[in-house]
């Protein structure tokens, strides 16, 4: 067992060989990885900012999900917000450098005060970095200036979101840029097309028209250019992964896609097991290829349980947020996490965050009720910030490869491989 500076959070696994071999080497290879990195974002600009869901096996680290409109900055270690400040400055003024004013458009529902407690966070980010700040919704409820009221007795103003000609605006207020915290599930609004002021992230990437399994294609070439660079195997840092493109859960059509792509994506799995002696079973995760929410996601350890799913699981996967179909899946290689939180060793997983290139924090997300092999993004999970007492920008060569402030820089290195992932995804579909 592995003990992190703060005692309550454990890497618990009997396979760690290769996570060690991971945290040392990136510290023997960290110039090289510095230098790959700059060039790599000279080459491509990172998005504007993103969050990573990572899991930690011990005997791999991977990126399982990367959110293009994160929500959660309300989660990250409040004692690191001048991180966020300066990453935010820094990668606004690379992308649009005459920026002063910007304009949140965040999401829709108004009752979620968690969400607005990250809206508030960003807001204050956001100003502390020297932008003037406003939220314009695309609400149907809200027709005037809104106050919302957060447990904190903070408040959150938001207004209407107006359009003349191509610009966007609220009252008084015209922007330089719009930033989007809205991953525009329900389509792009005709409000949001063909605006002439910059849209950070791209509207295009939306999960109305964004898939994991681009992303995810996107990620492999990007850890496999990397892998070669400092002389690894690529599957120890990414996820096998295939998807189908026809599915019906409710009709029960495309499941033979599901099943034979399942089928092969078991057999790599083990042979990877196999030949890492890997002393667990494989398992799948089968999620839509589009969305957050963690909904319509469903664990996969035998085969015979896409073939027997009952009318209560394929209810459950038939939809995602706001009611859209699931069409298309992807079918991704299930990573375990070993690490645990607390007294009752809840299991956990690193979410970190990033502005641009720069890494600024995480959380864990914590879940009680849910096993080393199940999606923790669900009903019941928790936040806790990250146990590491500084960022992932300054290792420590003089501790120990698995002391806590290196395990962040492993983390780090993983999310910005994700970030260059989205970033080419970006630079590719805004060439369309």
């Keep these: 067992m592995l003990v992190t500076s703060q005692k309550a959070l454990t890497l618990d696994t009997s396979a760690t060989e290769q996570l060690y071999f991971l945290e040392r080497h990136f510290l023997s290879q960290r110039k ?3 230098e790959w990195f700059a060039m790599q974002w000279q080459l491509t600009t990172a998005p504007i900012y993103g969050s990573i869901d990572l899991r930690n096996a011990g005997f791999k680290i991977a990126p399982i ?11 990250l270690n ?14 606004i003024h690379t992308i649009a450098p005459q920026a002063t004013k910007i304009l949140v458009v965040p999401e829709s529902h108004t009752r979620n005060l968690h969400y607005w407690s990250n809206v508030k966070t960003l807001q204050t980010i956001l100003e502390n970095a ?31 979101l ?3 000609d191509n610009k966007l605006y609220v009252e008084n207020f015209i922007p330089d840029v719009v930033l989007l915290n809205n991953d525009l599930s329900d389509g792009i609004p005709d409000i949001l097309q063909n605006v002439d002021q910059l849209v950070l992230p791209p509207a295009e990437l939306g999960w109305s028209q964004r898939f994991k399994s681009d992303h995810f294609q996107y990620y492999a070439v990007v850890a496999g250019e990397f892998a070669e660079q400092v002389g690894i195997d690529p599957w120890l840092i990414s996820p096998l992964f295939r998807y189908c ?20 994506l078991f057999a790599e799995i083990k042979k990877k097991y196999a030949q890492y002696h890997i002393p667990h079973q494989p398992f799948l995760i089968v999620k839509a290829d589009a969305g957050t929410y963690g909904m319509a996601v469903m664990t996969v350890r035998d085969i015979e349980e896409l073939k027997s799913m009952n009318r209560k699981q394929r209810t459950r996967m038939s939809m995602t947020k706001g009611g859209q179909p699931v069409r298309r899946v992807i079918i991704q290689e299930g990573i375990y996490t070993f690490e645990t939180f607390g007294a009752g060793h809840a299991v956990a997983e690193p979410v970190i965050y990033l502005w641009g290139s720069c890494v ?8 009680k009720d849910r096993g080393i092999d199940e999606n923790l993004n669900s009903p019941g999970m928790k936040f806790e910030p990250l146990a590491f007492h500084q960022t992932c920008n ?22 910005q491989l994700s970030m260059l992932a989205a970033a080419r995804e970006i630079k590719d579909q805004m060439k369309k």
């Design 32 to 34: 090289l990885i510095e």
């Design 65 to 75: 999900d990367m959110n293009l409109f994160p929500a959660g900055f309300n989660n």
């Design 78 to 91: 409040p004692n690191f917000l001048s991180q966020s400040v300066s990453a935010a400055k820094k990668i």
């Design 130 to 160: 020297g932008f003037q700040v406003h939220f314009g919704i695309l609400s149907e409820e809200i027709q005037a200036l809104h106050h919302i009221e957060l447990t904190s007795g903070e408040t959150v103003i938001v207004e209407p």
């Design 162 to 164: 107006l359009r003349k």
């Design 245 to 264: 493109g026809q599915i019906d859960f409710m009709q029960q059509e495309g499941m033979e896609c599901l099943v034979s792509n399942t089928e092969i």
């Design 360 to 367: 600024v924090g995480g959380f864990y997300r914590v879940h």
């Design 394 to 415: 300054e290792p420590r060569d003089d501790m120990e490869p698995d002391a806590c402030l290196n395990r962040f820089y492993t983390y780090g290195i993983i999310a």
